[in-house]
């Protein structure tokens, strides 16, 4: 009898098993956690693309320094010098690149794998004029632009109408521009993910989707930033404020106050 007994209770516990709720409760356990790790990495992998960005940055700010202390503090100035200061080749075959030697590269480079201080492991493209994925740094030859208030034609376009005047007083500085009449290094932007110039682009039809492809670091209207005394950070770029509290895209510090009316400060 007591054989008997033994047997029913463990035929009974053996059939007991998961219910579909219990299971249903785990599925979703599992799930959650693997939610949770996935956005960790995720936020994890950004940080270290950020990371070595701001590395390549601060590398080709203290490049620039040396092209300055080299050149009499005069800046590049050519036209594209925001693109084609630095880099390989690229698609569109601009060389050579003035700011190379400073960083132990030759002038003209062909293999996009001997620059890799001027890719950004973020690079996802956004470039007008290339494939809509295409990296900017397989395209132009670098992720990278200069402030075009520093480096390039020695006039500036004008932005808007309401920009003339003070654009106007910009172009009379540009020519022959010495970094002794720059103003406040620590504040002014030196270079970024090319995304950054989206902020300034005279250009009112750039596709959105091609402004959010140029955002590489995962939060809009945001870039990785070099300034001129070589300091780096990751900021967000207001849409054509030459001045905020974080820093100046523009290098005439007798112009801020007319940038100020213009921004409507």
């Not at 940080?47 to 701001?54: D, F, I, K, M």
């Not at 569109?92 to 794998?113: G, I, T």
């Not at 932005?159 to 406040?184: G, H, M, P, Y």
């Amino acid at each position: 009898m007591t054989r008997v007994v033994s047997k029913r209770r463990w035929a009974s516990d053996c059939g007991s098993g998961f219910t579909l709720i219990e299971l249903l409760v785990v599925v979703a356990t599992i799930a959650l956690l693997l939610a949770l790790v996935a956005t960790s990495l995720r936020a994890a992998r950004t940080s270290a693309t950020r990371v070595a960005c701001q590395s390549n940055l601060r590398q080709i700010a203290r490049a620039w320094n040396m092209y300055l202390d080299g050149n009499e503090g005069f800046f590049y100035q050519n036209v594209n010098a925001n693109l084609n200061y630095g880099g390989w080749k690229g698609a569109v075959n601009w060389s050579p690149r003035v700011l190379n030697p400073y960083l132990s590269l030759p002038a003209e480079v062909e293999s996009p794998d001997r620059a890799k201080v001027f890719c950004c492991p973020g690079d996802r493209g956004g470039v007008p004029g290339a494939r809509m994925r295409q990296k900017a740094y397989t395209y132009l030859g670098t992720s990278y632009q200069t402030n075009i208030f520093l480096v390039g034609q020695d006039r500036c376009g004008a932005f808007s109408e309401k920009t003339q005047e003070l654009d106007a007083k910009i172009s009379v500085r540009l020519t022959n521009l010495n970094c002794s009449r720059v103003s406040r290094p620590a504040s002014l932007l030196l270079i970024g993910d090319y995304g950054w110039i989206n902020q300034w682009r005279p250009c009112p039809t750039l596709f959105r989707e091609l402004k959010q492809l140029a955002e590489w670091h995962g939060r809009a209207d945001s870039y990785a930033m070099a300034f001129l005394d070589e300091h780096v950070a990751f900021l967000k770029i207001r849409k054509g404020f030459y001045l905020t509290d974080e820093y100046s895209v523009l290098p005439f510090e007798e112009l801020y106050d007319l940038a100020c009316e213009v921004q409507g400060q």
